[in-house]
């Protein structure tokens, strides 16, 4: 057991005293493979990095504890209550019995103090437990009382004699670890963990290296590396606990924030970006005589933003943020039309066929009459206009490649590709975008347009090195959608409502949950869904199309046409329409099973009704019971249309990891302690005190700023390509 005589105090390291500081700066025992710590082994090291992501000594310390409990505390047997999460009683064992047979067999003893009884029971070691404790001997038991059949039961408690606990030296709040069902079948639960953190602290060449520059360790009144280290394993208060944890949130941001600074500083640098100079002829044309009406404040000052970037000689990585319906083609639009007029290609990437496909029709109608041509490529597209394709893009005959992917494949090559644009790029993973550099000699212009609000603290952590534009206004003369919640059993209210808007000539979509995990079941609910639909509005009098995920893209697009056209009232669907679809006479959004929806998807999805002039609807269906959670999600959809404040509400209840696309995207959610849903000031504070450092030093090479480094290299070396394109 680590004693406070092995304290951390002794432990700090001054790098600069040491003759191998240029060499080796970071400590070589922290870097040793887990499987070298005494207690572990080969077989528990596997496990530690298959489940747990825990390769090194390092890695081991920095499995932060999730919540602590306190042991100084004892309860009585009265005093048990169901709301307790863990509890500390001193009594005595009065007897045990075998209860029920088989693989339900279970091993109970009463354990009693002056108060009352409680249960013990145990599934498993049984044997082991009857050799270890006996009757009528005092002992500390502690775990979570449950209640069951009117009385208090603890399954698998801890149980200590009271001499023991006295004798060992032990922080008053115990660290608890999270462990997978795996690890605690191989014994390796939250009390192996500390035993295995205590095995670290136990070695003797343990050193710490400071790994923030002294200055900022100060004047952020810091605790120190190895201090926090400790402390964060073995609190003595919740103060400890406090300091530990901002001290480590800290360090987490600021690295994350350096990297991305001292990254986007290099790129600023090095790169050099085509310019865009002239605004020629197709754009001055288009703006003359095609554009359909006048573009809202916000769109013009970002394509002024952008065009600066384009017209600056670096290349412009930038971020368009804009709720659904702000009107974010159009920008990109204008500025592919730039490019044409400074003799570049651009593309624009759509996340589905369904979405490449409606870019295509619109921007082509846009274009009518200018002198651009514009190009579709999908993975569908016939092998025949597919090399027609090819040939026009490399002859440089074609100007605007709108598609999926499949325009980024190796076999499709530009003459001069200056510009890519890649709608909601939440889609897209991080591999993809970095074929695009190898796209021209000199990397192309990229903007990211998304309408998933992202809110501030995440875009920071997943963009901070991007440059970003925000549509914050919707074209006049929306309508605020209307939200309306109901339950299943009031479904023929709900389809009388849909036959008056019917009546009314609008048109309705009906979407059902596609979850990965079990298509075939939601598959089955949108079948029985169709099925109730169909006799609720039976032919001639309605029809209903069909769009979903089995469906080869041919017929997809038969049934959008026919929603798009009018022939058919309702479209039942799954969450594919869920981006971009753009039908204005389509103003009643019924989303099915909604409590299975997140928050951020069902804003999307309601973003697909209130773009024509009537009034809007989204209705939520949800099941008679909810959780906790459900209901808030449902509340804040009625409560509100505003995409950010939807999005802050959904990182503060779900935490970055959850959020919609954001598992592709990496590093930035492989958040060890900070929460971006929680920790925003502390971000903030992370990222200007890493702008300084990075303004008066950008080459990190003052010896204050030595240690960072190292540091960078060792958390993002090998994500560096990924920082490249993003
Ligand atoms: P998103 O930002 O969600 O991609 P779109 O670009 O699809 O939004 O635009 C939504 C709708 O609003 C489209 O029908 C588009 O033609 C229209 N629109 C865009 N800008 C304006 C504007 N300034 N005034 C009126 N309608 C606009
Ligand atoms: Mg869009």
Redesign the pocket.
Known sequence: MHSFESSPNLLIFDVRNSPDYYFQPMSELLDTDIKFLPGVGPKRAELLSSEAGIYTFRDLLYYFPFKYVDKTRFFSVRELDTDMQYVQIRGKIRRFATEGGGAAKRLIADFYDETGVVRLVWFKGQKWVLNAYKPDKEYIIFGKPTLFSGAFNIVHPEIEEPEKKASRVSSALEAQYSSTEKMKDHFLNSKAITKLVSAVFAQPSLRFTETLPSPLVKQMGLMTIDNAIFRIHFPDSNADIEKARFRLKFEELFYIQLNLLRYKGSRAKKTHGFVFAVVGERLNSFYKNNL?????EA?KRVIREIRTDLGSGRQMNRLLQ???????????LMNMLIGADNGFQSCLMAPTEVLALQHFN?ISRFVEGIDVQVALLTGSTKKSERSRIEKGLLDGSINILIGTHALIEDTVRYLNLGLVII?EQHRFGVAQRARLWQKNDCPPHVLV?T?TPIPRTLAMTLYGDLDVSV?DQM???RIPIKTMTFTDAQREKVFGFMRRQIEEGRQIYVVYPLIKESETLDFKDLEDGLESMARAFPPPEYAISVVHGRMTSRDKEISMNQFKTGQAQIMVATTVIEV?V?I?NASVMVVESAERFGLSQLHQLR?RVG?GADQSYCILMTSHKLSAEATERINTMVATNDGFEIAEIDLRMRGPGDLEGTQQSGMAFDLKIADLGRDGQILNLARSRAEEIIANDPDLSESDNQALNPNLKRLFGKNFSWSEIS
């Open positions: 359909p009406f006048p573009l809202t769109q804009g709720d659904v319906g702000s009107g974010k083609t159009m920008v990109a619109s709608d347009m309408a549509i074209p006049p003369g971009g753009d204005p973003g773009r």
